[in-house]
Structure formats: structure tokens, C-alpha cells
């Protein structure tokens, strides 16, 4: 057996299963090894009855008590006990299996681990495991059980057993990095890694094996970003670009003047743009720091100097909503310059048409999501290519995108402020500009952070503010392990919500299973003020500009990063009026709020995001894995920034130049599975 051998030569996975692991991308064991848990189920001490808490998987161990009753109907019977320690007792349910009866009708103490809830008559575990006799739980004390990313019809124990014969039955592998890097770095030998990401005997192993594969995955994405960059820095044009005088006259005629972090960012792109080796340039600008007009500056020289620009954003809602201002814009100060929106929803027959314009010159803004990059998309003469919110990009996409121009003039735009130290890294690539100044007319967003107790006077706010005539954002939690529930969690919310606040206010909601059309639906009603309080998912995250909404209330604030908080926030004080930010937190754990306390503290999104990188140690990594921000498959940007900044010094060293190491991660590189 070996990497290249496919899975299906494993015992105990045969055709049907070996379908459903091809549908994790998953074809040989190579693959298999390569698919990491997303977490892991940790078997922790038992806890007295009394320190439950409503939304944790928790143990308890204590005496059975009274009698096992089973009721419900035939289709869904429940067994119910009450388990009783010293310090109170506890409702323990299961669905379906009134055969438990027998088995707990004998009493004793027993041993549960289940996910604690809250019902009207208390809290109850629901379906917990059970160990009994409760000595069985000893075993499995501290135990780290992987738990999978799954599909339909795999179960977790499936890919363990073969995760566990593939590391068994293969040779080791070859350790790629030097030894005195390795020692160097703390960095653990490889095969040890491999074996201690999927089944580590203590957190400690998994953090050495966690710590060993980020790097790798760091070491690789670098290699591949310095690949691009040599590819740029010989990318000439011969577009002659020069500055147009209809763009001065457009930036005099705004209706508010630049500030002068946009004033100083936009000469160096216009500076960019007149030289023949082409651009790739990055500009970072927190939310609401004025990014649209600077790619609406840079699109509208090319067009004046009879090229066309492109602008590709991550998302329909947020291509239609840059179309829109950028058509009133140009409409406003009467600018000749035809612009189209292209985006994948569009008939055929649309779309043809565009196409047709974009091949023959016609359009000259071409807005648009990924459909700007699809086969059939032919252009004239592109000489810009301006990415929006580019962290949901791949870089793949990116090249792709500006591989449909001769050398185009490249611009990335990004709302993620990033500490310069890591930026420098992760955009490798790329020159940086930084907007870092906000409009002066801003009201600066009034935030707190909350307990669920405050959930009625948070409605009354809102309540309130809609009367006023403004408009609110509620985000619902994440939902991990199912996409289904959490379509099922923000409808169940919107509607409760509805009831709540009755008629005279629309409530809508929006999540990521919704059909384009059913989004960008929603998404204009609340554009144009018809839908007044809006519970979404994270998808609203992404550059939604809806000045007059005022309230942003995050339920579970608990469970996202603060970058990617800071970006929901970002939503809210667009406009002229005050704006609030409420962050619900179900957590009492005094470090959540001090973390959430930073938000409360600064609306500064670079300050944020350093302080949230000093607050981040290893011992976080149960708890929020993602910045949100690039997804690698183990590493978060901000968690694991040292291991970041070794594996960027570690490539760029004297003694790594031209090594045999340097050269396999660079032999890698084009293949790494990075998604900015
Ligand atoms: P982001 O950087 O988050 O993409 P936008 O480009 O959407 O921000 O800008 C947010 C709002 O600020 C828009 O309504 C825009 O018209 C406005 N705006 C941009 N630049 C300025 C400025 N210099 N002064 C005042 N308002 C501005
Ligand atoms: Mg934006």
C-alpha cells in the first residue's frame, strides 16, 4: 500500500462507499490521510449535576433514580430517567429506543455524556452515550476521537477504521524538511504528524502534529505566491495607459471629497497603471473606507483610455449592488461609459448578449461574480481586473481571471486589515496599499456586548429604531454540522421574531441554501426599505451596503472571530444616522467577554485584529478555529501567525535557496489546495 493506492482497496469499503468518499474528494489514500478531522470528540471528567450548562456536551455521573418511563407513541417513543448526585438531578431522554428499559430498570450509578438542553421543565440531556456500569467511562477519559467532515450515508466510525488500517498498513514516508530546521522550529517528523492529527493520544500530541502540518501548508502557500510573483514582476503590457481628465473631473464632482488615505492610495494605482510592467496590487481598507469609488476611479481611466476593466465580486447580491452605484454614479455625472453586469442567475439569452458586447468592444465596465471567468466570457481589450473582497477568491481565480486580458493591470480589494507583518506574507504577490483613514462624517457605532437576558429589551430596541424609520440586521449562529439546520435555525428565527414584533414590521430572512433569485429578491426589499429587520447568516457578511440600517445584533456572538465580527459590524454606520452593534453572548466565561470586550472597545479594524492575535494562544484551538479569513486546510492566519512568520523566514533563508526541500514544496506549490 502506498499514497497512490485508492481507497477502495481497503477493507471494508466497497462500491457504495468508496462513491461516497469520492464525494469528499477523497480517491486514494493518500487523500485519506490528507482529509482532516474538523475536531475532535474529547472524553473530559464527569461534572456535578449542578454545573451543566444549557448548549455543552457534558458527562455527569450519578444514581439512577425513581423509575424508567417510556412514553410517546409508537413512531417516537421516548425513555426518560432522572440521574440524581449530591448536588441535584438531572432528565436524561432517548428517542426510539424503548429497549433501554430493561437494561436501566436494574438502577445503580451510570455515566452519560450528552448535549445538555433547556426545556420548559429544565435542563435535560438529550440521547446521551451511556456508560454502565459507570467504570467504563474511565477508559475513555481524555481521549481525543476524531470527528470528520462528513456526507450523507458515511458515518464518522467508517473513515476512523480506514484512517486507521491506512496508517497501519503504509510505509512511512520520507521526512521532506532538514532536521535542523525541524529542531529549529519545534516542528515535529512527519509521519508522527500525520498519525497525531488523526488520532492523538493527548492534546499535546495534536498540537505538535498540528503545529508540524500548518507549517508545511504555510512553507507551500508561500512557495506558490513567490512563484507568482517572479511570473508578475515580468508581466509587461502595452496598454500606454495615461490619467484622463474626464476621472479628475468625476472626482471633483462626488458629492463629498476623498480622504486623504484615498487620495494618496488612488495616485499610487493610477501611478501603477502607466507602467508597462503590469499591476498587482493589493488594497487593504477597513469596512466603509471608501474601496468602491477607488475601483470605480481605476475602472473608469481604463475605460476613458478605450479599454475595458472588469470588477469581480465574491457574490451576486454584492456584483448587482457595485453595478448599481457604479451605473448612478457614471448616470449622475453624465459619463458616456457603457457598463454591464454579468452574473451566472442571467437567462442565456442575457448573458449571450453580453458576452457579445464584451467581445466586440461595446461594454467597457463589466461587473460581475464568476461568470466574468467562465469559457464563453471573451474580452476585447482588458487591461484592468479589480477583485472584490478577495479573500473569497482563490488565487487560481484571480490569475484566471486577469489570464483573460493581455497582462491586465491587476487590484485586489480586501476588508480584512491585517496587521502589515502578515500581510506582507499572505500577499506575497502583491504591492499593498492600505486606506487607513475613515470618512470624517461617520458617527462612530455605539456597540455592547449582552447576555441572553437582555434578548426582549434588545427587540424593543429594534422596535424602536424601525419606527423610526431605520432597518436591522440579526445574525443567527452557525449551525456546524449541518447546513439543513441552519436553514432551518434562521427560518425558525425569523418567523419567532415576526410573532414577536408583529405585523406592522417585515421580517425576512436570508441564508446561503436560498436560489439566487430568492436572494437578490430579499436583498432589494431591504435595499429599498420594504423588509425592515433582517435575520440572516453570515452571507450578508460580504460588502452589503444598506445605509440605512442601524442595528446589527449578532446572536452567539461567542462562536465567531472578532475579525469576522468586525466585518459584520462593518454592515451598520454607512449612513448618516447613529448606529448600534449588539453582541448576544450565551456565554459566561470571562474570557469570551474580554474578548468581546475588544469589539466593544475599538471600531478599528487593524487594532482589532492585532489584539485578537495577541489574545489567540494554542490553547484556543477548540473553541473558534477561523479568522474567516483564508481557509487552509488546518492553519488560520491569525491563530497560528508565528508559525506563519517562521515558514515565510524559514523559505526566504540563505541555506533554504536552491535546497532539495525548497524544491519539493516549490514542485507542490501549484497544486496547493489554498482558498484565499
Ligand atoms: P467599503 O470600503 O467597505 O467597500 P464603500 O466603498 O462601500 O466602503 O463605501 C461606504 C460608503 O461611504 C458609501 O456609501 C460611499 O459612498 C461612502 N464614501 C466613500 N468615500 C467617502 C468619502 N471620502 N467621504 C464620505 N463618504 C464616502
Ligand atoms: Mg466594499
Redesign the pocket.
Known sequence: MNKLTPVHELKGIGEKTEKLFLKLGICTVGDLLGYYPRGYDIYEEAVPVSELEEGKVQTVTGAIFGRVQVSGNRAMQVTTIHVKDITGTLKVVWFRMPFLRTTLAKGGVITLRGLVSRKKSGLVMEHPEMFYPSARYEEKLHTMQPVYPLTGGLSNNTVMKAVRQALDEMPLERELLPEGLRLRCHLAEYNYAVRGIHFPEDKEVYFQARNRLVFEEFAQFICSLRALREEKDRARNHFGIRPAPGVDAFIRALP????GA?KKVWEEILGDMQKDVSMSRLVQ?????????IALLALLTAALNGFQGALMAPTEVLAKQHYESVTAMLARHGIPVRTELLTGSMTAKEKRDVYSRMEDGTAQIIIGTHALIQEKAVYRNLALVVTDEQHRFGVKQREKLAGKGEMPHVLV?S?TPIPRTLAIILYGDLDISV?DEL???RLPIKNCVVDTSYRPTAYRFIEKQVAQGRQCYIICPMVEESEHLEVENVTDYAAMLQEELGGDICVACLHGKMKQEQKDGIMEQFGSGQIQVLVSTTVIEV?I?V?NATVMMVENAERFGLAQLHQLR?RVG?GEHQSYCIFMTGSHDQETKERLDILNKSNDGFKIAAEDLKLRGPGDLFGIRQSGLMNFRLGDVFQDAKLLKMASEAVASPEAAGSEWLKKLEAHAGTASVIL
Open positions: 463629498y471629497e476623498l480622504t484615498q481598507g477597513d469596512v466603509g473606507s471608501g474601496k468602491t469609488v480589494m476588508a486606506i470618512p470624517a462624517n460588502g451596503n445605509p462593518g454607512r
